[in-house]
């Protein structure tokens, strides 16, 4: 039987138990960061409550690792910030092959300062720069280049984001800047 979820309601009984046994069975394997909630609740009006009551799930069962959740919009993480220990955000400047990019690379910083200011500092934030095009979408779009990389890379560190993962995606036409650029970057 396939179960549907609906994202606009509250967890039901069988949501909740499905999300402890989930947990039992995750929580102690060594290399768990913590337990990724929603993938841009805020794009698909998802109720906040929901991943309140997640959270809370979450920390009865393991209160060792924390619950992230990540919004494409910094302007709308504040209804879901009870719903998490820590919030990342996705800035895409989206760099075009011709012309300048959809947006100015700058959003990374204002995302951030959006998002900061949410959050309170009550909650750490986390940036997800762009190492990836969107050609599936958008067919001039090209991968952020090596400066790219590295200037989005700094106003994560300038704009005191507490974390910092890069978005890759599979379907991406991967190049030599995010092959090799991403990687030497995080190391830097």
């Known amino acids: 039987e396939v179960y549907r979820v609906n994202f606009t309601k509250e967890l039901t009984p069988v949501e909740e138990e499905l999300l402890r046994e989930r947990i039992r069975g995750l929580r102690s394997i060594p290399g768990l960061l913590g ?3 929603e993938d841009e609740p805020d794009g698909h009006s998802a109720l906040p409550r929901r991943y309140e009551r997640a959270r809370e799930i979450i920390v009865e069962e ?3 690792h924390p619950a992230f959740q990540l919004c494409a919009n910094a302007s709308s993480c504040a209804p879901y910030m009870a719903g998490c220990d820590i919030m990342f955000t996705d800035p895409y400047f989206r760099p075009m092959r ?3 990019p959809a947006m100015s690379i700058s959003l990374v910083s204002a995302s951030l300062a959006t998002a900061s200011s949410a959050a309170k500092g009550r909650k750490p934030i986390w940036i997800v720069p762009q190492a990836f095009d969107f050609w599936n979408i958008y067919p001039d779009s090209r991968t952020p280049n090596f400066a790219e990389l590295r200037n989005q890379w700094l106003q994560c560190i300038i704009g005191g984001a507490r974390g910092v ?3 890759v995606s599979r379907t991406t036409n991967h190049d030599v800047d ?3 650029g991403a990687p030497f970057i995080s190391a830097e």
Request: proline share 13%.
């Open 178 to 180: 995010t092959a090799i």
């Open 98 to 100: 011709s012309g300048p």
């Open 35 to 37: 337990y990724y909630l």
């Open 165 to 167: 993962v890069w978005f």
């Open 62 to 64: 393991d209160p060792y």
